[in-house]
Structure formats: structure tokens, C-alpha cells
């Protein structure tokens, strides 16, 4: 079961238009695996998919909206038809905003939530069962560092990425013997366009960049191509004996 095969992998990259996602298809690309960059904003994602099509790669955009489970599946119907089963999925889709927890709501909570955690486990459980099925796939998650050790700020975020190391996990445990691994990777502070909105603009903006900076031991914010390289071998052939594994990129801010 799980045999090494000649044929291209096919990859699903959500949150894949910008920054960390957009990375990670590039570097899927470079591999020779069929991207599919699904976002929120569909324009985007074909933009993103455009320029990965341009360094010789096979790429599709594909809009797509996590927290809504038909659109999840009418996504990856899209993905099917156009570049066939998919073989690696890549939860990467993410939101947060940096809030005391006494100044969030319901709301709030709700919204990072269905974004971080239920949307990994939308469009886990619309792909899983085809790659039970054919025996090889790869569930690759973006978690963070704030779901292994706090973050100020972050509280709600940092639930919700918890939820999905912990799903990953028992995952991991539910379908080992079937082909398919599962394993998260959590950035540390990364120089993204999230982490741009997270922060604001101005010298508020730029004194919260300097602070995480200085936090992390070597001593400079992840870049995107970081984290996309660490999702790149889990993703591989190679790491068919790794899962239910986390992996923090984040420059020796997190040492377990």
C-alpha cells in the first residue's frame, strides 16, 4: 500500500494566494506536483496560479471559502475535474486579529474558530476518504507556535490551532496503516501579509514587528519559503515513515 508511483502528485493549498500558502505552491510546484491555490478571493488565487504556471509548473486558482462546507466541496469538485484526485492536502487557510480575550465575543470566537480549525477538518474530511481509498496522501496543516507555548493576545487564535495539533494527531493514529500521513508545521512569527494586518500600520505596527523580532532567537521574522520547505517534505515521498508530527519554523522560538 502506498507504492512510490511515476505519475505527478496533485496538491489542494488553501489560504494559497498570498504569503505562507503562496510559498508553499511554489514550492509543491517546484517539485513537480499539481497545484490547486484555493482562497477566499478566487481572482487572487488564479493570479497566484498565473505566475506559478509561468516557472513551468501546473497550477489552477480555485475559490473556495473554509468555513463553508458546500463551498469546500464544490472547490474540490473543481480541483477533481480539472487536475484529477487529489493526493496532498495543505490546510494553510488562517485568520486572527491581536486582541485582549476580555475585548472578544462570540463573534469573534466563532469566526477564528470556523476559519483555523473547522475549515481544516471541512476540507479534510471532503479529501481524506479518496486518499484512504488509493492508498497514499499526504494531510500537511499550518498550526502555530502560539498554540505551543501562548501568545499574548492570541488566545482564541492560539485555541484553535491547539485543536488542530490535536486533531492532527489522533488523526494520524485513526489512519496509520492506511498510506496516508498527517503532520502539522507552526510558523513562528513570519513576515506575511496576516502578520501585516495583525500588527497595523505606523509606529505601533513597526514597535510589535521589533518585539517579536527580538524574541526570536536568530534573531529575524520567518519568511514564507521557510515554513513552505517544511510543508514541502511532509508533503513528499520521502516522509511516508512521519506522521502525526509537529514541526515549529520559527528560528528557535519554540525548542520541544
Do not use: H
Given at each position: 500500500?502506498?507504492?512510490?508511483?511515476?505519475?505527478?502528485?496533485?496538491?489542494?493549498?488553501?489560504?494559497?494566494?498570498?504569503?505562507?500558502?503562496r510559498?508553499?505552491?511554489?514550492?509543491?510546484?517546484?517539485?513537480?506536483?499539481?497545484?490547486?491555490?484555493?482562497?477566499?478571493?478566487?481572482?487572487a488565487?488564479?493570479?497566484?496560479?498565473a505566475?506559478?504556471?509561468?516557472?513551468?509548473?501546473?497550477?489552477?486558482g480555485?475559490?473556495?471559502?473554509?468555513?463553508?462546507?458546500?463551498?469546500?466541496a464544490?472547490?474540490a469538485?473543481?480541483?477533481?475535474?480539472?487536475?484529477?484526485?487529489?493526493?496532498?492536502?495543505?490546510?494553510?487557510a488562517?485568520?486572527?486579529?491581536?486582541?485582549?480575550?476580555?475585548?472578544?465575543?462570540?463573534?469573534?470566537?466563532?469566526?477564528?474558530?470556523?476559519?483555523?480549525?473547522?475549515?481544516?477538518l471541512?476540507?479534510?474530511?471532503?479529501?481524506?476518504?479518496?486518499?484512504?481509498?488509493q492508498?497514499?496522501?499526504?494531510?500537511?496543516?499550518?498550526?502555530?507556535?502560539?498554540?505551543?507555548?501562548?501568545s499574548?493576545?492570541?488566545?482564541?487564535?492560539?485555541?484553535?490551532?491547539?485543536g488542530?495539533?490535536?486533531?492532527?494527531?489522533s488523526?494520524?493514529?485513526?489512519?496509520?496503516?492506511?498510506?496516508?500521513?498527517?503532520?502539522v508545521?507552526?510558523?513562528?512569527?513570519t513576515?506575511?501579509?496576516?502578520?501585516?494586518?495583525?500588527?497595523?500600520?505606523?509606529?505601533?505596527?513597526a514597535?510589535?514587528v521589533?518585539?517579536?523580532?527580538?524574541?526570536?532567537?536568530?534573531?529575524?521574522?520567518?519568511?514564507?519559503?521557510?515554513?513552505?520547505?517544511?510543508?514541502?517534505?511532509?508533503?513528499?515521498?520521502?516522509?511516508?515513515?512521519?506522521?502525526?508530527?509537529?514541526?515549529?519554523?520559527?528560528?528557535?522560538?519554540?525548542?520541544?
Amino acid at each position: 500500500m502506498g507504492e512510490a508511483r511515476t505519475a505527478a502528485r496533485t496538491a489542494i493549498v488553501t489560504g494559497g494566494a498570498g504569503g505562507i500558502g503562496r510559498a508553499i505552491g511554489a514550492a509543491l510546484g517546484a517539485q513537480g506536483v499539481r497545484v490547486a491555490l484555493a482562497d477566499l478571493d478566487g481572482d487572487a488565487a488564479e493570479a497566484a496560479a498565473a505566475a506559478l504556471r509561468a516557472t513551468g509548473a501546473e497550477a489552477i486558482g480555485v475559490a473556495l471559502d473554509v468555513t463553508d462546507g458546500a463551498a469546500v466541496a464544490a472547490g474540490a469538485g473543481v480541483v477533481r475535474e480539472r487536475l484529477g484526485g487529489v493526493d496532498i492536502v495543505v490546510n494553510n487557510a488562517g485568520w486572527d486579529e491581536l486582541r485582549p480575550f476580555v475585548e472578544t465575543g462570540e463573534a469573534f470566537w466563532r469566526r477564528v474558530v470556523d476559519v483555523n480549525y473547522l475549515g481544516a477538518l471541512r476540507v479534510t474530511g471532503e479529501l481524506l476518504p479518496g486518499m484512504l481509498a488509493q492508498g497514499w496522501g499526504r494531510v500537511v496543516s499550518t498550526g502555530s507556535d502560539a498554540a505551543r507555548v501562548g501568545s499574548s493576545l492570541e488566545s482564541v487564535y492560539a485555541g484553535a490551532k491547539a485543536g488542530v495539533i490535536g486533531f492532527t494527531k489522533s488523526l494520524a493514529r485513526e489512519i496509520a496503516t492506511s498510506g496516508v500521513t498527517a503532520n502539522v508545521v507552526c510558523p513562528g512569527p513570519t513576515d506575511t501579509p496576516l502578520l501585516a494586518g495583525m500588527t497595523g500600520e505606523g509606529e505601533r505596527g513597526a514597535k510589535v514587528v521589533a518585539a517579536l523580532t527580538r524574541a526570536v532567537p536568530m534573531k529575524r521574522l520567518g519568511q514564507p519559503a521557510d515554513v513552505a520547505a517544511a510543508v514541502a517534505f511532509f508533503a513528499s515521498e520521502e516522509a511516508g515513515f512521519v506522521t502525526g508530527q509537529t514541526l515549529s519554523v520559527s528560528g528557535g522560538l519554540t525548542m520541544a
